[in-house]
C-alpha cells in the first residue's frame, strides 16, 4: 500500500513539474521584446488604424507625443519623490494625520498638474485630426482612459 502511494506521488509530481516547464515555455515563447503585458498591438498602431491617419498626422502626432513626455518626465518624478518622502512617514512615529494630510496634497497637487498637461496634450492632438477623424478620435481616448481598469459599480453589478 506504501508503495503503491508513493508512485501515485511521484506520477504526480512528475506531472505537475511537466505541465509548470510546458506553462513557462508557452509564457516565454508568446511575448514579443517590449511586450509589457498590455494588448497584442501598440495602442499608437490601433488609433492610427481606427482614425485612418495620414502620414503627417502620424509623424505630427509622433513629433507632440515626444514634446509632451520630454515636458511631464519632471513631474512623474516629483510625484515619486513625493511618494518616497509620503511613504518614509511610516518609521515616523511623530507623523500625525495633519502631517500626512500635508503629504498627501503635495501628492495630489503633482498629480493634477499631470492631468492637466495630459488634458491639454490630447486637446493638441485631436485638432491634428479632421472633423471626421475627432469623433472616433474622442471615442479611442475613451476605450483607452478605461482599459485595464474595473469600475467598483460594475464590479458590485457582475457580483464580483
Sequence with gaps: M??????ILTIAVVLLLLVNIALVIFMV???KPGDRGRGKEDPFEMM????NMTEQQKKDYK???EQHFKNIKPLFDSVRAAKTAFYAL???TAANDSTLAVYG?????KQAAIDKLTFAHFKKVRNLFTPEQQPKFDEFIQKMMQRGRKDSAAKKEKGD
Excluded: F, P, T, V
Excluded at 105 to 109: A, G, M
Design 63 to 65: 513629433e507632440q507625443k
Design 29 to 31: 515563447k508568446g511575448r
Design 48 to 51: 492610427a488604424k481606427e482614425l
Design 105 to 109: 496634497q503635495k501628492i495630489s497637487e
Design 90 to 92: 511610516i518609521k515616523d
Design 2 to 7: 506504501k508503495n503503491s502511494n508513493n508512485k
